[in-house]
């Protein structure tokens, strides 16, 4: 098991951007993949971004594909999603996952493969 903190987040502008991160202090991650995934009230949760941890591959909701990119710094243990052009439907309660079960990123977004989870970071885009 893995200890994520979260980072980032707040209230933004339509159009305005935002960088969530998501840290293992003190543990190097050994897992195969991490996700973003965000709730928002009323709704379920639903899958943003995933990463495959040694590869980079990526992928993405189509919701937010070409405004989100999900990055990782291995030399710093650190997930990151950087979240362009916010639009207030984008306003939920985000969270970054950690998978240590083996599979493509797409397996990823299926928060069934995940077995750590952040603490959660509000972000919310109102004008």
């Known amino acids: 098991q893995v200890r994520l903190v979260q980072s980032g987040g707040g209230s933004v502008q339509p159009g305005d951007s935002l960088r969530l991160s998501c840290a293992a202090p003190?543990?190097?991650?050994?897992?195969?993949?991490m996700g973003w995934f965000r709730q928002a009230p009323g709704k379920a949760r639903e899958a943003v971004a995933a990463i495959t941890w040694t590869g980079g591959n990526t992928v993405y909701a189509d919701s937010v594909k070409g405004r989100f990119t999900i990055s990782r710094d291995i030399a710093e243990n650190k997930l990151y999603l950087q979240m362009n052009s916010l639009k207030p439907g984008d306003t939920a309660v985000y969270y970054c996952?950690?998978?240590?079960?083996?599979?493509?990123?797409?397996?990823?977004?299926?928060?069934?493969?995940?077995?750590?989870w952040g603490q959660g970071t509000q972000v919310t885009v109102s004008s």
């Open positions: 003190g543990r190097t991650f050994g897992g195969y993949g």
């Open positions: 996952a950690a998978s240590f079960v083996r599979g493509l990123a797409s397996s990823y977004l299926d928060a069934l493969y995940h077995n750590d």
